[in-house]
């Protein structure tokens, strides 16, 4: 993809509490942070934490709950580097994945972080792909995992929700005329600089449109994105969140992307 050139940060509004107490700026002396959204994602999330810290000494966690009757949160404080390289942001229900990003960006912004990424809980993310994104920050802005990259990289969905997908990729691009194959993914990691400059609070999307309405901010304000190909495989434990208000919240936010200035 070709690059464009980086746009001036700027500050956002106040970061969201977090419950496990660190000191401040704590992200400063570290590589990065990994943003993971749980919602009954108990017996995947304590797979997967070790997973992502396995790839880095440098990397730490935060899993922000939505409130899981399953249990998550308590599985998440059970784990050995609970308080020090792994932290969770506990929410009263279930708020959508959008503002759980957001409240992770906010708290990792406030605490230094110099690289954040989105992370799915469910192991359709390889942690073992986190290396490959390190390597790619240290050039641009923001690292976009892409299931399309070089074809379609996609394991074990339905072809019913393949198509869906690749549709609507397809008319993201066509629409908001955002250069990137890969519209609808959840596997990112930015620069902070690239959070601190986008308009956190008034970024109201969930799902599909969360992940496209973010692309199109960076794009807007000039950051180098790139794509990157992952592998990505299908859920083997839990329940897909998807659902049609999903489909349709995407469907109609394309349109109000297209005609939109960025401020």
């Known amino acids: 993809m070709k690059e464009s050139r980086q746009a001036a940060p700027a500050g956002t509004g106040p970061a969201a509490p977090v419950q496990a107490g660190q000191a401040r700026r704590r992200g400063l002396e570290r590589r990065g942070l990994v ?30 709950d939505d409130g899981s009757p399953d249990g998550t949160a308590r599985a998440v404080r059970a784990l050995p580097w609970a308080g020090e390289r792994v932290e969770i942001l506990e929410r009263p229900r279930k708020m959508g994945l959008g503002s759980a990003y957001i409240a992770g960006f906010k708290w990792a912004i406030e605490q230094g972080y110099p690289l954040v990424f989105e992370m799915d809980a469910d192991f359709s993310h390889s942690p073992q792909a986190i290396p490959q994104f390190l390597r790619e920050a240290e050039n641009t802005d923001l690292v976009l995992g892409s299931r399309y990259l070089n074809g379609i990289t996609v394991v074990n969905w339905p072809l019913q929700r393949l198509i869906l997908s690749v549709w609507a990729n397809y008319y993201a691009r066509r629409i908001t005329g955002l250069p990137i194959k890969d519209c609808t ?76 200035r960025a401020t």
């Open 185 to 260: 993914g959840g596997f990112k990691c930015f620069r902070r600089q690239v959070l601190e400059a986008l308009p956190l609070d008034r970024i109201r999307s969930d799902g599909y449109s969360f992940q496209i309405e973010v692309n199109w901010h960076c794009w807007k304000r000039g950051f180098r994105i790139k794509e990157i190909p992952i592998l990505f495989v299908d859920r083997s434990i839990g329940v897909s969140k998807m659902n049609k208000r999903i489909i349709w919240e995407a469907a109609l936010l394309v349109w109000k992307l297209r005609f939109m």
């Open 35 to 64: 943003i993971v959204p749980t919602y009954n994602e108990a017996e995947n999330i304590s797979r997967l934490v070790p997973e992502i810290l396995a790839q880095d000494p440098r990397l730490d966690v935060l899993v922000v």
